[in-house]
């Protein structure tokens, strides 16, 4: 098992809890698509799995390590050796190029694979826009970016809060299928939000949040 959620129990300070009792297991290589109102607490619940928040109680195991035993040090460690995100608004680094960005986790995190990165550049259309600025791109060549970026490290488990939510039809049904089928080859797991039923099913599971539970 890659991600283990088991009883989980979050509340933002002042409010009612957000997420209650929430159980939820991955295994590695799994596509899961998690659904749910606005406001559900699908992104709170995809930020506690990434390890980029902390929860009241229960227990998040990732990869063999139980998130409440790490403190904020640990936890970035472990986010930065496993996972990766990609979010509706792209999130690009408007200041570095196309090149850069691609670069960018992966070089920090110590596992820029020249060759790896040169391979997912050309799968994702972005052999020839190496030198542009995240400005001067498209909706959908920002959110290919984005897609390159995350798996150039290799994650063990990508992370996408509605990552098709800001693109038209076309755009969004390319790069949906550019990232699955990246996901799928290099074995990443996959713990996607979505409002869409099409893009669920398209998913190997469907979870979905309601009243603070997965139901
Ligand atoms: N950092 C925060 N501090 C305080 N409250 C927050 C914070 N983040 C989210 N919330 C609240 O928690 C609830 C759940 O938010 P969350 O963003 O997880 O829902 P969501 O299901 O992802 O919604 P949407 O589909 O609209 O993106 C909301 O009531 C929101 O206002």
Not at 43 to 54: C, E, V
């Amino acid at each position: 098992m890659l991600l283990s959620i088991e009883h989980v129990r979050k509340a933002y300070p002042g409010q009612r809890p957000v997420l209650q009792d929430v159980s939820l297991a991955l295994d590695h290589g799994e596509t899961l698509a998690l659904t749910g109102e606005s406001g559900s607490g699908k992104s709170t619940l995809l930020n506690l799995a990434g390890a980029l928040d902390a929860f009241d109680s229960g227990e998040i195991t990732l990869d063999g390590k139980a998130l409440s035993a790490l403190d904020d040090t640990g936890r970035a460690d472990l986010r930065r050796d496993r996972v990766a995100l990609v979010f509706q608004q792209f999130n690009l680094i408007p200041s570095l190029t196309v090149g850069q960005n691609l670069a960018f986790h992966a070089r920090l995190g110590g596992r820029l694979d020249k060759a790896w990165l040169s391979e997912l550049s050309h799968r994702l259309g972005l052999a020839d826009l190496h030198d542009r600025y995240p400005e001067n791109l498209s909706g959908g060549q920002q959110q290919r970016v984005a897609i390159g970026r995350a798996l150039a490290a290799r994650p063990k488990l990508l992370l996408a809060d509605e990552p098709t939510g800001n693109l038209d039809e076309n755009a969004s049904r390319e790069v949906l299928d550019l990232m699955l089928e990246l996901v799928r080859e290099t074995g990443a797991a996959l713990l996607l939000v979505t409002h869409s039923v099409e893009i669920a099913n398209r998913l190997d599971r469907r979870a979905h949040l309601a009243g603070g539970k997965i139901t």
